[in-house]
């Protein structure tokens, strides 16, 4: 994914979150005599290899979250729809919002949220359709602000024809597994200096369903988070 430095999103700063081992906590200890020493094997293993190699195993089900590194310094994230402690930064509203228009395991649709949800958040917003044979992502609603960081207004085009100058394949790989899966993601690009800060734009992709459990379509929000630390 590429990003204009320049692009300035509206939404206010604040520092990023830091995703800690916390996140594993769910894993029942009973099978873990070593709790420690497992936890860092699957840490390692699925937060330190590149997407293409991370491959199927019966530790799967019990993973929160998973991390892969993109070509050109992304980072995603994938969550299972249980996660509930992950903290999305000045996303968070966003987040928060989505929440409470689920009800787990059944997934909202576009359908259940109203315009004035998203007061000071329509500039950010991207609302993707989902396409199949192949799989490809339809920008339905391209902001203002996501327009801008793009450098071009992505409405109505695809992410395979339309943003493929902007986009990686992970990107595509990313959405095709929380669709398959059902989860939701973070997406993180290289911090860059501005000012007297170093920024980063991230962005927090929630799958919708139009039945409750197909995902349809993605809610997602660009947003500008300060990093404390590089």
Known sequence: MAILPSAVNPIALRPRQ????????????????????????????????????????????????????????WVYRTYSLQESAAEFGAAQPVFALWQSKADFPKLPAWGDFDFR???????????????????DLLYRICGSGAAQAYGKDLTGQTMRSGAADIQEDIDLEFYREMTTERRFGTCEGPAYWRGRLFLQHAFLCLPLAEDGHDVTHFLTALHLETIEKL
């Open 18 to 73: 830091t995703i800690r081992l916390r996140h594993f906590r769910h894993l029942p200890r009973r099978s873990m005599p070593l709790a420690g020493s497992l936890r860092t094997r699957i840490v390692a293993r699925y937060c330190g290899r590149p997407y293409a190699q991370v491959t199927e195993t019966e530790e799967l089900e019990s993973i929160v979250l998973r991390k892969r590194e993109g070509k050109k310094g």
């Open 117 to 135: 949800d998203f007061v000071g958040w329509h500039a950010n917003l991207i609302l993707y359709e989902v396409q199949h044979q192949p799989f």
